[in-house]
């Protein structure tokens, strides 16, 4: 890819912008109000914005490999709190994706170096639902389902938080959990039961 081609695009980016609202820029520099939170894989094929028809000032993003919410990363729990105490948005959304590599990965035994921690945390989700994981049969589809799990325990390990905890009861936010996929284009909702987590995880996480 030759990069000036990057900055040929932004030009016409610009160009387009203008065109349809000559104070888009002016507005932009005011600052942002997202209502939703989006933490999505970093993979390549995963927009965050475009796969759901939305533009800059929309959604706050956050992606890292495999979409994990872990409590010791500084970086996805500054963004959760940056987003939930003072953005003030009522969505937070765990996006994963069929066809994941970072959740491939955990699925085999190798020793990947620095990834190892990181990908530990889904070793763990298999773990957690081995017995439902190992009754597949069909190794796509266990692929597939530990995607989901992994989306629905990163949703749980949102609800930990007191972020999400305090904001949940002040003004109703609520955790989503989705998969995009990436044969179909389809983003699927997992319609998690966000109250019932929430409650499940209360008598052990309370800390509002
Ligand atoms: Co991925």
Request: net charge negative; aromatic share 10%; glycine share 6%.
């Amino acid at each position: 890819m030759d990069l000036k081609k990057v900055f040929d695009n932004n030009k016409k980016w610009i160009s387009n912008k203008l065109a349809a609202d000559p104070k888009y820029f002016e507005e932009m520099g005011k600052g942002q109000s997202p209502e939703l939170l989006y933490i999505g894989c970093s993979d390549s094929r995963v927009t965050a914005e475009d796969l759901m028809g939305l533009g800059p000032g929309d959604v706050f993003v956050h992606r890292n490999i495999a979409n994990m919410v872990i409590s010791i990363d500084l970086n996805v729990m500054s963004v959760v709190n940056y987003a939930v105490d003072h953005l003030k948005v009522n969505h937070v959304v765990v996006c994963g994706h069929y066809g994941c590599g970072g959740v491939k990965a955990a699925m085999q035994s190798a020793d990947l170096g620095i990834l190892n921690p990181w990908l530990r945390n889904i070793r763990d989700v298999y773990r957690i639902h081995k017995d439902e994981l190992k009754a597949f049969e069909n190794e796509e589809q266990r692929y597939d389902r530990l995607v989901e799990l992994n989306v629905k325990e990163q949703c749980v390990n949102l609800i930990k938080t007191a972020a999400v905890q305090k904001a949940y009861r002040d003004r109703n936010l609520k955790v989503y959990g989705w998969v995009f996929d990436i044969h179909t284009g389809k983003l699927i909702d997992l319609n998690i039961d966000f109250e019932g987590y929430l409650k499940n995880i209360m008598e052990i996480y309370h800390l509002d």
